[in-house]
Antibody
Framework: EVQLVESGGGLVQPGGSLRLSCAAS????????MSWVRQAPGKGLEWVAN????????YYVDSAKGRFTISRDNAKNSLYLQMNSLRAEDTALYYCARIGYTSSGFDFWGQGTLVTVSS | QSVLTQPPSMSAAPGQKVTISCSGSDSNIGSNHVLWYQQFPGTAPKVLIY???KRPSGVPDRFSGSKSGTSATLGITGLQTGDEADYYCGTWDGGLTVVVFGGGTKLTVL
């Protein structure tokens, strides 16, 4: 059974940093692109970043460029999102998602970890 | 402002049919497959349609997808109260090199 379990969310002050983790199991992690998708309270889905199977390619939404870094440790079947210079507008539930369909389609999602940026 | 445009809300009676539209451009819907996701409050999204019109196993055939040019449509027939949810379209945008979603459509079955 495919499982994606996020952790690392919490309350952080504006300008602070946080590192999110996603533990993957139930599938061959090295065969899949992975992604982070977020959802602000009461709002729609917003894609944050993608990373290729071997970590050699990464894509980011404009608002994350220069502040967020997506990475993976294939030996640990884990995905990460390092978030720096956090802003109030980064407050959201952050989902880890597996890309299992063409056109960057997400076939499995974690349950999310909540990030709150507030003073 | 989402790259893909969906109606914010729709409503229909049980048993009726509803179609949810998703409008984009040549660089996204026009040149890539569209997916549709269903999300219930407090839960993660789930894919209903992939590659424009294919259903993952377990998704009822009441749900269908279609695409024409730079627009896509999700159809739901035989509406049930359990279909009340938010629906999102999504795809890759090759021009922007980003994943794009619609703003979501809140479906009410009343």
């Amino acid at each position: 059974e495919v499982q994606l379990v996020e952790s690392g969310g919490g309350l952080v002050q504006p300008g602070g940093s946080l590192r999110l983790s996603c533990a993957a199991s139930g599938f061959t992690f090295t065969n899949y692109w992975m992604s982070w998708v977020r959802q602000a309270p009461g709002k729609g889905l917003e894609w944050v970043a993608n990373i290729k199977e071997d970590g050699s390619q990464k894509y980011y939404v404009d608002s994350a460029k220069g502040r967020f870094t997506i990475s993976r440790d294939n030996a640990k079947n884990s995905l990460y999102l390092q978030m720096n210079s956090l802003r109030a507008e980064d407050t959201a539930l952050y989902y880890c998602a597996r890309i299992g369909y063409t056109s960057s389609g997400f076939d499995f999602w974690g349950q999310g970890t909540l990030v709150t940026v507030s003073s | 402002q989402s790259v893909l445009t969906q109606p914010p809300s729709m409503s229909a009676a049980p048993g009726q049919k509803v179609t949810i539209s998703c409008s984009g451009s040549d660089s996204n819907i026009g040149s890539n497959h569209v997916l549709w996701y269903q999300q219930f409050p407090g839960t993660a999204p789930k894919v209903l349609i992939y590659e424009d019109n294919k259903r993952p196993s377990g998704v009822p055939d009441r749900f269908s997808g279609s695409k024409s040019g730079t627009s896509a449509t999700l159809g739901i027939t035989g509406l049930q109260t359990g279909d009340e949810a938010d629906y999102y379209c999504g795809t890759w945008d090759g021009g922007l090199t980003v994943v794009v979603f619609g703003g979501g459509t809140k479906l009410t079955v009343l």
